[in-house]
Structure formats: structure tokens, C-alpha cells
């Protein structure tokens, strides 16, 4: 066995090294730098710095971390990193044979990755990045250093790696949305008559932060109105509470909708949610390995016009996983702008689904149901199914 082969079999990386290969091959990419925050820590195997966790900017310039992976050649792989990460590999070291931690900004950290590309014969090749995470003064500087370099779109390779989860991806996802519930059921029992939306919000994001999770948002609404704005608007008895948060395990996004009600739900308000449950549960009937991803939006889509509430209801469904929609893309331009290229495709299990059904209702107010489902070989797991019909405030 040669020296290089010796050493590739001791490199151990946390993702599919031939399917990463196959995609770039597609791609016309010999060379991969990954920028941004999820597929970077996606590539370490779910790492992500501390220090930078909720934040970029840093100085005069933003912190920009760099995976380098080299088509077939895994030991080329190289991390540029912020010089404080020195300690974090001290203790648990990265996956990559060569580590860079040389860099306070965009610029020191592009220059550090030029140099690497050239050590590994790559400085003229076909280079994948991504462009919607990479600072422009990083992306000219390449541009000066790497004489004959060909840049390539990798956004598509490293979304369709993410595309299938592992089960500690999925644990990281279940965790999520189970804390998730628990803090929106906590929260809408907490809150009573005279209780603000800002308070409401504030409520939750120590709720779940209590937890254990990272707060992202709460998007809210308390009685007829339909926006999601933190105010002073108060709840008043009778009034519906729709409550819509994403909360982050370890970079894994949950995201999830539940419905509150100051006092008993009457008749209608009933009749109105199970319209909704009627929707997502159509939706949930298609959901399988194999099934094509269009198949469960025609569904739902189905169910909702057949619905006598479809004049004022929307249905879509999209991926996620470390962050919201990702693979599978299922709809076009809806709500997000992005093209439905899954569609067609069948889903596979490990793939992970929002499902929401959402009523503008023009008197009784947002009603709406999100769910999290993983997808599996005969159907699905659903994550944090609790709390799915009509929630009590405080009575008192």
C-alpha cells in the first residue's frame, strides 16, 4: 500500500466521502470551499464555534470559517479557522489532516485558503463555493490570487448532502421539537387576560432557552388579527393564540405552530382547527420512502380545496434540518423563492418535512398547524406531536 493510501485510511470524516465525490463530479467541481455556518458544521460533523455561534461581525471584518475538501483526495482537506479555535482542537481535534487556525477576518481567512490550494495543486482548478455566504472582499481576493481558477455554484452539491439525515441529525432534530412544544404548551398556560404579545414572546424564549435550546423567533397573534409583530396588544378572554417558534439543538432547526385559547373554545373555533388537522392529516397519509415529494403538496392541496375553508387557508410543506427549507424543495415560489426541483423526486428516508396548514380566518384570527416529520421505509416519525389542538391560557 502506497503512503497516500495509508494515510486515507485513517481519516475518518463524519460524512459520505464517495457520495460527496459523485456529486461534485456531476457539478464539474474539483475543489470545495464551504463558508457557511451549516455546512461548515456539517462537514466537521457537527461543530460550530462557540464564540461565533450568534454572531459574524468582529473587528473591521466577520469571522469565515473555510472547509477544504479536495474531489477523491480526502487527505487534502484542510479547515481555515478563527486563531481562538486553537483550544477547541486541543480538545477535540478536527477530522482534517491539515488545520489553519489563522484568521480574524474574511480577508486573512481567504488568504490562508489561497495558500492551501496552491500546496495541493488546486490554485488554477474548478472551485466550488458558496455564494450567497461568501464576503465579497473574500471572493475578489481569490479572484487576484488564483490565476486561472474557474468558480463554480456548490450551494446544490452540499444541499443534497444534507439532504438525508443521520440518526444523531435526527436526535439533534427529535430534541429540538419536543423542547419546542413543551415551551410553547408552558408559555400559553402561563399567560393570562392582559398579557402582551412581547411579553408572550419574552415568555417563551426563556422557556426554551431554560430548556436548553437556542431561541430563533416566535412569530405571534392574539385575537382576529393576523400579524405576527411583537406589540403591546393584550390577550382578552375568548380570544384565539397562535404561537409559531424555531429553536435551535446544536444548529438543528425546530419549527412548529400551536394554538391557544383565553377561556374554552366554542363550536366554531373547534370546527375550524379540525378543518386544519383534516388538511395536514391528508398530507401525512402520502408521506413515505419512494413516495414522489409532489404527491403529498398535490394531497394536501386536495384536501384544502375540497375544504369549505380554502378560500382563506394555505397548505405547503418544505424540508429542513439545519436550516429551514433545504432539501427536499417540494413547492416553487411558495412561501420562500426557490424552484421545486424535488418535486418529482421520490423522498427518502432520514429526510426530514415541515407541514403546515395556516387560516386567515376573517373574523376568528391566524389558525394554523406546523409539524415536524421524519420520513421513514413505511411512513413517518412525527417530532413534538403534543399540544396539536386547542391550548388554555390562565384563567386566572
Not at 11 to 39: C, Q, W, Y
Not at 130 to 158: C, H, I, K, M, N
Not at 178 to 198: F, N, P, S, V
Not at 231 to 245: P, T
Request: with cysteine; hydrophobic share 40%; glycine share 10%.
Amino acid at each position: 500500500m502506497n503512503v497516500d493510501a495509508l494515510r486515507t485510511t485513517r481519516i475518518v470524516t463524519p460524512f459520505d466521502t464517495s457520495r460527496l465525490d459523485t456529486l461534485m463530479e456531476e457539478a464539474g467541481i474539483d475543489v470545495l470551499l464551504a463558508t457557511s455556518k451549516h455546512n461548515t458544521q456539517y462537514l466537521l460533523g457537527g461543530y460550530r464555534f462557540i464564540f461565533f455561534s450568534a454572531m459574524d461581525a468582529i473587528g473591521h471584518s466577520r469571522y469565515l470559517p473555510i472547509v477544504i475538501y479536495n474531489k477523491g483526495r480526502v487527505e487534502d482537506s484542510a479547515y481555515v479557522a478563527n486563531r481562538m479555535e486553537c483550544g477547541e482542537h486541543q480538545n477535540h481535534p478536527f477530522w482534517t489532516p491539515a488545520f489553519h487556525p489563522a484568521a480574524w477576518g474574511a480577508l486573512d481567512a481567504a488568504a490562508c485558503a489561497v495558500e492551501h490550494l496552491r500546496k495541493i495543486g488546486k490554485g488554477a482548478g474548478r472551485i466550488g463555493i458558496e455564494p450567497s455566504f461568501l464576503p465579497v472582499d473574500a471572493y475578489q481576493l481569490f479572484g487576484e490570487r488564483l490565476e486561472g481558477a474557474t468558480f463554480v455554484d456548490a450551494t446544490g452539491v452540499l444541499e443534497r448532502m444534507r439532504a438525508v439525515k443521520a440518526p444523531e441529525e435526527l436526535e439533534k432534530l427529535r430534541r429540538a421539537s419536543e423542547l419546542i412544544t413543551d415551551a410553547m404548551i408552558a408559555t400559553i398556560a402561563w399567560a393570562r387576560a392582559g398579557t402582551t404579545k412581547t411579553e408572550i414572546i419574552e415568555r417563551l424564549r426563556r422557556e426554551e432557552t431554560n430548556r436548553g435550546l437556542q431561541f430563533e423567533y416566535c412569530l405571534l397573534t392574539l385575537g382576529s388579527s393576523h400579524n405576527r409583530a411583537a406589540s403591546d396588544q393584550a390577550w382578552r378572554e375568548g380570544d384565539v393564540l397562535s404561537i409559531d417558534s424555531g429553536g435551535n439543538c446544536r444548529g438543528y432547526i425546530g419549527d412548529l405552530c400551536r394554538m391557544g385559547v383565553l377561556g374554552d373554545p366554542d363550536a366554531e373555533l373547534e370546527d375550524l382547527l379540525g378543518e386544519v388537522e383534516r388538511i395536514q392529516q391528508a398530507a401525512f397519509s402520502k408521506i413515505r420512502a419512494g413516495v414522489r415529494g409532489g404527491d403529498v403538496i398535490a394531497h394536501g392541496q386536495g384536501a384544502l380545496k375540497a375544504s369549505k375553508v380554502a378560500e382563506f387557508t394555505d397548505f405547503f410543506a418544505h424540508g429542513m434540518g439545519l436550516i429551514t427549507h433545504e432539501v427536499p424543495f417540494l413547492m416553487t415560489n411558495h412561501p420562500v423563492t426557490y424552484e421545486g426541483v424535488d418535486a418529482d423526486r421520490p423522498l427518502e428516508a432520514g429526510m426530514v418535512l415541515s407541514v403546515e396548514t395556516t387560516m386567515l380566518h376573517p373574523s376568528r384570527g391566524f389558525i394554523k398547524l406546523e409539524d415536524t416529520l421524519a420520513v421513514t421505509a413505511d411512513g413517518y416519525e412525527m417530532f413534538g406531536e403534543r399540544g396539536r389542538g386547542w391550548n388554555r391560557g390562565a384563567t386566572a
